[in-house]
């Protein structure tokens, strides 16, 4: 009995540095705000400058919570080197994941005053002829590219003007608004 209550303490003593340890490996209120704050910087990223600040707002908490979840321990990451490369990556890492090839994103990755500029919209479409054009966009999308890595990668790559994906843009472009797109060809002869 004696032995019971001697090591009663102790356990109620380990007990509480237990949780006093468990409680410490979560994040609290200003380690949360201070890592959405130092998400902002990337805002300037190609999909994600056009975002809305409510759409932001969702992929910010969405990365610090998988932030928080690989890394409970909110001082032991912010210590580590090379937080800003991890960090990075968790970022370049929900994008990608978000990247499918329905008309929501597509408008992020390619926006429509960006398309207009390039000649393969005309200036002055509403909403909904912007909608016709990203769904039948996705839709070409997703029957030429297999997996998100295939498109993920055209994306990357399409530095051509008659590029694979320019063809689809131009053929959506066409096919409901009767745009054309008319490539002119230039010879510099010196």
């Known amino acids: 009995m004696k ?38 910087d990337y805002r300037r990223m190609a999909y994600l400058n056009d975002l809305t600040d409510d759409e932001y707002v969702v992929f910010s908490d969405g990365v610090a919570t998988d932030l928080e ?65 990203y769904n039948c966009f996705a839709y070409k999308v997703n029957n030429a590219y297999q997996t998100m890595t295939q498109f993920f990668n055209a994306v990357l790559a399409d530095t051509t003007d008659m590029s694979r994906i320019r063809q689809m843009e131009t053929q959506c472009a066409n096919d409901l608004f009767d745009w054309t797109v008319t490539e002119v060809e230039v010879v510099e002869t010196n």
Request: proline share 6%; hydrophobic share 45%.
């Open 69 to 133: 979840e690989a890394y409970p321990v909110y001082t032991t990451f912010i210590g580590m080197p090379g937080v800003n490369d991890t960090v990075e990556m968790v970022v370049v890492t929900a994008v990608v994941d978000e990247l499918n090839a329905d008309a929501r994103n597509m408008r992020h990755i390619y926006p429509y005053p960006y398309l207009v500029a390039q000649g393969i919209l005309p200036a002055g479409l509403d909403h909904e002829q912007q909608r016709q054009f």
């Open 3 to 40: 032995k019971t209550l001697l090591c009663l303490p102790l356990l109620l003593l380990f007990a509480a540095g237990f949780l006093s340890c468990s409680q410490q490996r979560e994040w609290n209120r200003e380690q949360r705000k201070a890592m959405r704050e130092a998400l902002r």
